[in-house]
């Protein structure tokens, strides 16, 4: 694990805490959390969350021990934090491992079920449930993205992802946030009502930054609607809502760079292709192909293949 080009191993350590082996050092780590530390008992299971280059965001260590406790630790030992949670009936059921759904959100593996911990909630995928449509279940395999979590079973394959907060913002149904402000105001611009003024007027009078990000969750909203007509919609609204900033507040290139993504990964989900992607993924990858190239510089082409595509 690391996010520079030197590695680093941890492993549990047998009687307690864990080892790590970094840049020729070697030490043993018995707490975690740099403000408050929490002291780590026997770990079972470990697992480290997928680093998102696209936002920088610090990769984060998942932490089960036999006492049931679920330990989550910025992986800067030094001066990052750490949060602890019991599990529910571990004594009875423990898990029989641990993985990540993206960087949001930590699973608990069970035989038939899958228990999803997020920051605020958690929640149940459990394979022998009828609504699901699974006969004969056979098992399951998990491939972890960036951006979620690809689950394959003998007759389905479900994508599950952590709802981002830009959705929420948009289509929770007790939202009053200023994106959900620039959404009536288009509505009543289409029905020519000309209290689509003064809905606009409402949003600004609360300030313009505020303004700005209602549009912005409506673009960030679109990249993780599947739907092209809904993605559309969303547009349009982003668009008539930046109509109303002064110029260059909004930045368009971002906006313009969005269309063209979002046209790449409509064409990846026609049935001839079907491939189950995002954009966050795609910028993803493309942003770790653009670091590569950017690393091997003018090395010779057989050199830089493996670093992409593996031996």
Partial sequence: ??????????????????????????????????????????????????????????????????????????????????????????????????????????????????????????????????????????????ENEIDGMRVLTNQCTYFIERVADSTKHVLDALSTGPSVQIINAYYKWLKKDPGANDAIKEVKEEGEEKFLS???????????????????????????????????????????QILKDLRIINQLHVPKVYLVVSVVWQSHHIRTVQEVEAEAGDRDADEVSPLLFGE
Avoid at 46 to 52: G, N, V
Avoid at 98 to 106: D, N, Q
Avoid at 217 to 235: G, I, R, W
Avoid at 244 to 251: N, T
């Fill in 214 to 256: 209602g549009i912005e969750d409506l673009v960030n909203a679109a990249t993780y609607e599947f739907d092209p007509e809904f993605q559309k919609y969303l547009l349009k609204v982003a668009s008539f809502g930046k109509n109303f900033l002064p110029m260059g507040k909004f930045d368009a290139d971002k906006f313009v």
């Fill in 1 to 142: 694990m690391s996010e520079h080009r030197n590695f680093e191993v941890i492993f549990p350590k047998p009687d307690g805490g864990l080892y790590r082996i970094y840049s020729e050092n070697f030490e043993v780590i018995n707490s975690l959390g740099a403000k408050y530390p929490i002291k780590l008992g026997k770990v079972l299971k470990l697992a480290i969350s997928p680093f998102e280059r696209s936002i920088k965001k610090r990769q984060v260590l998942a932490i089960l021990t036999d006492a049931g406790e679920m330990i989550i630790a910025e992986c800067d030992f030094d001066h990052g934090q750490a949060t602890k949670t019991q599990i529910e009936n571990f004594s009875s059921d423990p898990p029989e491992g641990i993985t990540w759904c993206g960087s949001g959100a930590v699973v608990l593996l069970y035989q038939s079920k899958l228990t999803i911990l997020g920051k605020s909630a958690s929640g149940t995928f459990d394979f022998t449930d009828p609504g699901l449509g699974i006969e004969g279940f056979r098992g399951y395999y998990l």
